[in-house]
C-alpha cells in the first residue's frame, strides 16, 4: 500500500503540461464530491517519517506550452488594410507603455509590435515580380536575392528587409535602393563621372554659404537650415555644400585636397554622394604631386623613397620586355594592382598615398625592386649580357643604371660610377665621341687649291 499510496502522490504532483485543459473539467467534477482544495496538502496521505517529500506545482512544471507563442499576434488576422494595421499598432504602443517595465507582458507586447510592423510594410511593398534588370539615370540596378536585414536604402534612409522586400543594386556605384523607391531617384549614377571627368576637388572645403544654395540640399532640394528646422543643414568636407539628413548621414571619408596640402588623413564627413564617388576614385592615378604640391617631397621622406623605387622600376622594365624568361614568369604582374607604376613615376592615386602613410607601399616596393633587381643581375644571363662598364674609369663590376651608385647620362643612357660621372669635369665620353662624328660627317669640304 505504501508504493501505491506514493504513486499516486508522484503521479498527481507531476501534472502533465500537455493535459492542462482537462485538469480543470476533472476538478469540476470532483468538486460537488470532493473537497474544494483537491491538491491540497491536506488530502493527500502523510508519508511516512524520512520519505522524501515531491513539492513540484504546477507553475514549476510549466514548460511554457500554455501560452501559444507560434500563433500570429493579436490584431493581425484583423487588420486587412493599411488603416487598421495603423490602428493596431497605435494600440500595441499604448499597451507597452502601460505595461510594467522589463516584465515578460511587456517583452510579448513588443513582439506583437514587430509582427504589426512587417506586416504593414509587407502591404507596402507588395513581393510582386519585378524584373531583373533597371536602367535609370546612368544607373544599372540588378535585383538583389540575398535576404539580409543589413542593408539601407539609400533613397528613403530605412531598412531593406530582404525577406519581404524587393531592392536593387547599383552595379556602378553600388547605390541600393527599395524598388518603390527607384523611379524617386534624381542623382545620376556616379560611375558616370567617374568615366568622363576623372579628377578631384582640390580646393579645401570649398564652402559658398547655404543662400547660394537657396537654404535648399544640394542633392534633392529639400529645405535645410542650420537651426534643423525643418532639417538639419550637414556640410560635407570635400564639396563644401550642405545636404539634409537623407543625402548625408555623417559618413567618414578621407579628403584628398587634405592630403595632397597638408598631409592629413583624418577623415571627415561628407555626404552620401561624394563617399560613393571617392570610393569609386580611390585606386585611380588622377593626382600629379609635382605640379600640385612639389615641396611635400622636402617633408616626407617616404615619398622620396617611393620616387626613387619607382624610377628603378621603370629602368628595369625594358630588361624584361626584352627577355623571354621575364615575360614567361610574368615578373610585371607583380605590379598589376598598380599598373601605372610601369608607366611613369608621376602619377598617384589616394590608396598610394595613403598606403606611403602607413608603410605598406614602402615595404611592397622594395620587395618587388629585391625581386626585379635579382633576376637582371643574378638569375638571367641575357639581363646580366646588357649591363654597362665605366668608360671613365673602365674599372670595377658591370653596372646597371638602376644601382645606387651609378649615375646615367640623360642623353645618350650610358651608366658610370656616380663619383667618377661627377669628378670628371668632361661630358660623357659617349656623347663626345657622336658629337664628333656628327661633326665630321657635316663638315663642309674646304676649297680647292688647284682651282
Known sequence: ???????????????????????????????????????????????????????????????????????????????????????????CKQVILELPEHSEKQKDAVVRLIHLRLKLQELKDPNEDEPNIRVLLEHRFYKEKSKSVKQTCDKCNTIIWGLIQTWYTCTGCYYRCHSKCLNLISKPCVRSKVSHQAEYELNICPETGLDSQDYRCAECRAPISLRGVPSEARQCDYTGQYYCSHCHWNDLAVIPARVVHN????PRKVSRCSMRYLALMVSRPVLRLREINP?????????????????????????????????????????????????????????????????????????????????????????????????????????????????????????????????????????????????????????????
Open 263 to 266: 598631409w592629413d588623413f583624418e
Open 295 to 451: 615641396l611635400l617631397f622636402n617633408y616626407v621622406e617616404e615619398l622620396v623613397e617611393i620616387r626613387k623605387l619607382r624610377q628603378d622600376i621603370l629602368l628595369m622594365k625594358p630588361y624584361f620586355i626584352t627577355c623571354k624568361e621575364a615575360m614567361e614568369a610574368r615578373l610585371l604582374l607583380q605590379l598589376q594592382d598598380r599598373q601605372h607604376f610601369v608607366e611613369n613615376d608621376e602619377m598617384y592615386s589616394v590608396q598610394d598615398l595613403l598606403d606611403a602613410h602607413t608603410g605598406r607601399l614602402s615595404c611592397s616596393l622594395t620587395e618587388t625592386h629585391t625581386l626585379f633587381a635579382k633576376h637582371i643581375k643574378l638569375d638571367c644571363e641575357r639581363c646580366q649580357a646588357k649591363g654597362f662598364v665605366c668608360e671613365l674609369c673602365r674599372e670595377g663590376d658591370v653596372l646597371f643604371p638602376f644601382d645606387s651608385h651609378t649615375s646615367v647620362c640623360t642623353e645618350c643612357s650610358a651608366v658610370f660610377h656616380r663619383d667618377c660621372y661627377y669628378d670628371n669635369s668632361t661630358t660623357c665620353p659617349k656623347c663626345a665621341r657622336l658629337t664628333l662624328r656628327k661633326q665630321s660627317l657635316f663638315q663642309e669640304p674646304g676649297p680647292d687649291v688647284d682651282a
Open 1 to 91: 500500500m505504501e508504493y501505491d499510496e506514493k504513486l499516486a502522490r508522484f503521479r498527481q504532483a507531476h501534472l502533465n503540461p500537455f493535459n492542462k485543459q482537462l485538469v480543470p473539467r476533472q476538478h469540476e467534477q470532483r468538486a460537488s464530491e470532493e473537497a474544494p482544495d483537491f491538491a491540497s496538502e491536506e488530502a493527500l496521505p502523510e508519508l511516512p517519517p524520512g520519505e522524501p517529500e515531491f513539492h513540484c506545482t504546477e507553475r514549476v512544471m510549466d514548460l511554457g506550452l500554455s501560452e501559444d507563442h507560434f500563433s500570429r499576434p493579436v490584431g493581425l488576422f484583423l487588420a486587412s488594410d493599411i488603416q487598421q494595421l495603423r490602428q493596431a499598432i497605435e494600440e
